[in-house]
Structures are given as C-alpha cells and as structure tokens.
C-alpha cells in the first residue's frame, strides 16, 4: 500500500496561553514516575510552564526560527495550577520556563499571592532566570515564596561579546546580584552558566569570565562550557567569518563536552589552562565546597546531592562519600540530620481534584 506524506502549513502560534488545556496529575502514576530525579535534581517534584518561547535572540541558539514570539500565562493562571498542585499534596515545583523572570513585575506578583496564600512549596528554576532583571525585592520576595534553587547565566563577561550574541547582559547588574544571593541566603542552591571559546574571544576577555566567577566565591554549581556551534544558528555565520570551517563545525558537533574543538580559535594550551585553574581552584576549592556542602544538606537529600554532583563529575561520583572526599569531609563532619525527610514530599492524592478551568489529560506545549 502507498503512503502518501501530507504537508500541511504552519499554524499560527497560539497568543493566549490561560486557553491552553491544563494537566490532569491525577491520571499519571507517580509511584512510578517519581522514582526518577528530575531536571532540578529532585524528586517528587512536579513542573509548571508559565511562558513559551525564549524572549532572547542569543546568536547561539536562534530559538526565534521555531517560537518567534515569546507568550506568557497571566498571573492568576499560573498561581492557579501552583495552587492546584498545592491541594493535591505536591510541595515541589519547578518551573521550566527560558527566564521566568523577565516580566519582573509578574515575577513578584506571582511570589506575593504565594505568600498571601501561605502556600507551603519549594520551586526551582534549573532551566534559568535572567539574573540582571532581578533586584533584591525580587530576590527577598522569591526566597519568602519558597524558591530553594535558581541558575543563572553569564555566557561572558566581556561587554563586546555581550553586544556580538545579542543577549547584552547587563554584567554589573549581575554581580550585584549574585552577591546580594550568596550572601544573605547562603541556603538558595545557586547554580551559574558561563561559555568559552566564543569566535574573536581573546584571551583577556576569556580570564575576565573566569575571575567574574572566582569573584562570586560561594556559588553552589558553577560550570565552564566551550562553545558549541549549531548549523544554520547566527553563531555559525559569525564563525565562519571568522576562520572557522564548516568541516570543523560538522567535527565539533560529537566531540566529548569536555574535549576542546578546533573551533575555538584560542591558543589550545592557554583553554587547557584556563579550564584547569578554573576546576582546581574554583569547582574544587576544599574552602568553598564545604561552605556550601553545609548549606546543600538543608535543601537535598543524600540521592539528590549525589545526581547533583554527578552531573559535573560523572565518572568520579557514585555516593555521598565521594562528594564529601573532595572537600576532604568525612561522614561525621556533617550533619545528616539536617536532610530534608523524602517523606515529606512524597505526593498523597486524598481525593481526585480536576484541574483548574479546562479540564484534560494532556497540555499543549507550543
């Protein structure tokens, strides 16, 4: 029999998003499914999208070419479904928006009513929040409302390369930021993203990343990644006017993350060096892991710490021991006790309670 392939056009983006269908948890198994850690590194936890489409045009991944609009849920609507999974027994949410942030004003809005409301959850923002828009009503307001994890970007500190992917970070606001975080909530899991080996980086602009990140000195999650060049991205275009050949990109593409690709026009010695300080002296330092390791026990337990710390070091984690080993801890350095109970979160549904407004099985996520 012949299949005939129908290709049929492309519709519209969908503008108003407190339309959309809401899930209904009650028909998934989560005895099942939360046996599994999530994006986050938690379990039991359950995601909310509040937004579609990144409102960022970074050169690196032309998200625009599949969203060109960036779209988000009311305030209500979102405090809504938080409200819902609250009634239901859920006490963890993470929210996998691009920068949930960027309307801050919504941002505090939605922390407030939590507040009002007395909701007693825990959020997480793995996926990102723009950590220039914030400011410290923002930060005091997210911590009350029970915020226990945010990640952060940098990408460079270099103002040039700023301007060059289009993200025009404000850097100084950033700082200020991540400054006021660590120090006056050392219990806020903060995770913070940096990139190397940008096409024209130099070397003074690649170091200026670094002691950016050196400078902050108790964040949770730092990571260095090298650039990676996608086909068809702007960051390909501004690489191939740049020394850079497709025949490079097409090799770069399944290299080891760790391995440097020839991409990166830098001297390869100097990034080995680079990455080495930054590991050793930084990721590594036996002060700032037990600073924080203190701190991580208050917000994960022992598997959640180690899916965490697995994540940066694949290969040399496999228990608990081996993460306090690197900060040269024992067992009876820390208190356990302090880890939070997975009895506590574990999701008990009482009774079936239909999701808000539009009831059904699934949601649409474009």
């Known amino acids: ?31 099942k499914y939360h046996r599994f850690v999530g994006q986050s590194g938690i ?8 937004t579609r489409g990144c409102p960022f045009r ?43 942030n960027v309307n801050i004003k ?29 400011d410290e009503e923002a930060v005091d307001l997210m911590v009350a409302g029970g915020a226990k994890s945010v990640n952060l970007s940098l990408e460079s500190a270099s103002p040039r390369l700023q301007k060059l992917m289009g993200k025009n970070l404000k850097i100084d606001k950033l700082y ?25 980086e130099t070397e003074e602009e690649a170091k200026a990343t670094v002691d950016f990140i050196f400078d902050i ?19 390909e275009a501004v690489a191939l006017e740049n020394g850079v050949t497709k025949e ?27 990455r080495l300080h930054f590991v050793h002296d930084y990721v590594l330092n036996k002060e700032r892991l037990r600073y924080v390791l203190d701190k991580e026990f208050n917000v994960m337990n022992e598997e959640e710490l180690k899916f965490k710390y697995q994540t940066i070091f694949p290969t040399r984690i496999n228990t608990i021991d081996d993460i306090l080993r690197l ?13 939070p109970k997975m009895d506590d979160f574990k999701i008990k549904y009482p009774k079936r309670i239909p999701p808000p407004k539009i009831y059904s099985a699934f949601c649409l996520s474009i």
């Open 248 to 274: 490079e990109i097409e090799r770069s593409l399944t290299l080891p993350y760790h391995m440097i690709p020839e991409t990166i026009k830098l001297d390869h010695e100097f990034s080995r060096r680079l």
């Open 106 to 134: 919504e941002f505090k809005a939605f922390f407030r009513k939590v507040i009002e409301a007395k909701l007693d959850m825990s959020f997480y923002f793995q996926s990102g929040l723009r950590g220039d828009l914030l």
């Open 176 to 200: 200020k930021n991540l400054q006021y975080i660590v120090n006056t909530y050392p219990n806020l899991i903060v995770g913070l993203n940096a990139m190397h080996g940008f096409p024209t």
């Open 327 to 339: 900060a040269k801890l024992k067992r009876e350095d820390m208190d356990f006790s302090k880890m």
């Open 58 to 100: 970074c050169f690196y991944c032309d998200v625009q070419h599949i969203t060109p609009f960036h779209r988000r849920r009311s305030v209500e609507s979102v405090f809504d479904e938080v409200k819902y999974l609250y009634d239901i027994g859920v006490r963890r949410s993470e929210f996998i928006d691009d920068a949930f």
């Open 1 to 31: 029999m012949t299949k005939e392939i129908i290709i049929t056009k492309r519709e519209e983006q969908i503008s108003n998003l407190d339309m959309l269908p809401r899930w209904d948890r009650s028909l998934i198994n989560y005895e």
């Open 217 to 235: 000195k108790w964040l949770h999650f730092a990571q260095l990644h090298n650039v990676r060049i996608f086909p068809n991205s702007r960051l």
């Open 43 to 50: 379990r039991y936890e359950m995601t909310v999208q509040a």
